[in-house]
């Protein structure tokens, strides 16, 4: 497994010196973007089970069609660790599976963009955004991925800021891409249950983006501040084994989202940049309860270092008797850029060291130390005269 997924970024960076850079693409083109990151934690809990560590390599590949300047069809194949760690389990480069993440046709028609197939519909700034190592283990908590479905884009200017108002319609993936190759992370069904897990498209989101200084897509990095609001519907699936026992009702999902980046600008070389999220989940994954999510970041940027702290925490408010719980995360890392002095194939590559607290709805509690070291690169060929 190990030999195969190796494979898989030999392959990659070999193909990208073939070709020219993404961002010399002319359709008719196909482009190219590959990522590795090697990770290793060390995990210590206060008591039993007793330390740990967890090895994982994650490469992303996309690929995209430009077969004209307005129509690309796009995918994403993604190998990761499919499958969670035992607690004080040691795991080195195990469980590793391959799936394809996505796959969509995007047509742009400015000021209008409509996205159709498999997509991760549009969502908070701070979990696709924060660098942190682990900084988004909670802000991840309700992320929506692996969706089919549309999702339309309409940009505009007002007050000084660059709009992006977003729709999306979607349900749960439950083809045979859900499933994974090598490690088998097995096929999303109905009785699975959960929010947005049914038949046809019943879930949508809708979120409103502003930004100064910035596209809304780019304003957590390159912007002067900007915000993002949005409000999420998740239709209830099947009840599950579980919520049977319990004498739980699934319930559709409601949720509120709401985003606030600034960037101050020290001087030539260093910028601080500030994100806060917070989310309100009425009826959570269409469980017993709702969940507050709330995120808060300071990352420091200077010349080819940044520091980045986060602390996340999740309320969990349940209807039952005995209440709801609390789930708190600190994460602070430190990355490196190395930028072109150390290339092999014209990728570029980064290091980041990190530590982490967290305290889970249990009241368990670890510590994390995590090294991780990432390689990107992007190319493209042109497929026209």
């Keep these: 497994m190990r030999f195969v997924t190796g494979l898989f970024a030999v392959a990659a960076w070999a193909a990208a010196a073939c070709g020219a850079r993404a961002e010399d693409c002319a359709a008719p083109c196909l482009g190219y973007a590959f990522s590795s990151e090697f990770q290793g934690d060390w995990i210590v809990p206060p008591g039993s089970p007793g330390e740990s560590y967890d090895l994982q390599l994650t490469t992303d590949r996309e690929f995209y069609l430009a077969l004209t300047e307005q129509v690309r069809l796009v995918t994403v194949i993604t190998s990761e660790t499919v499958k969670d760690k035992a607690p004080g389990e040691n795991r080195i480069f195990e469980d590793q599976g391959t799936f394809v993440e996505m796959l969509y046709a995007e047509i742009d028609l400015e000021p209008l963009t409509v996205k159709l197939g498999k997509f991760e519909p549009v969502q908070g700034w701070a979990s696709p955004e924060l660098d942190g190592i682990h900084a988004t283990d909670i802000a991840g908590n309700f992320d929506t991925e692996e969706r089919w479905g549309v999702e339309t884009g309409f940009a505009f200017e007002a007050a000084g800021l660059e709009h992006l108002l977003t729709a999306s319609l979607f349900t749960t993936d439950r083809t045979v891409l859900s499933e994974s190759f090598f490690t088998n992370r097995g096929r999303a069904t109905l009785s699975d249950g959960g929010a947005g897990n049914t038949r046809g498209l019943t879930s949508l989101a809708f979120y409103l983006s502003g930004c100064a200084g910035a596209e809304p897509e780019e304003c957590t990095s390159e912007g002067d501040y900007g915000y993002r609001l949005g409000f999420r519907y998740q239709k209830a699936g099947r009840a599950t084994q579980d919520q049977i026992v319990s004498g739980i009702a699934p319930d559709d999902e409601l949720g509120i989202v709401a985003d606030a980046v600034r960037s101050v600008r020290i001087d ?28 808060l970041s300071a990352a420091l940027a200077k010349g080819s270092w940044s ?23 600190a994460d602070i890392t430190a990355i490196y850029q190395f930028g072109d002095d150390v290339t092999l194939f014209g990728e570029t590559w980064q290091a980041a060291a990190g530590y982490s607290y967290s305290l889970d709805a249990e009241g368990e509690s670890a510590h994390i130390i995590a090294l991780k070291v990432t390689a990107d690169y992007a190319g493209s060929i042109a497929l026209g005269p």
């Design 268 to 295: 030539e070389d260093t910028t601080l940049r500030l994100l806060g999220e917070a989310a309100y989940l009425r009826d959570f994954e269409d469980g017993d309860g709702d969940a507050l999510i709330a995120t």
């Design 307 to 329: 520091f980045e702290s986060t602390y996340s925490q999740q309320r969990n408010f349940s209807s039952k008797a005995e209440g709801g719980s609390t789930e708190h995360l």
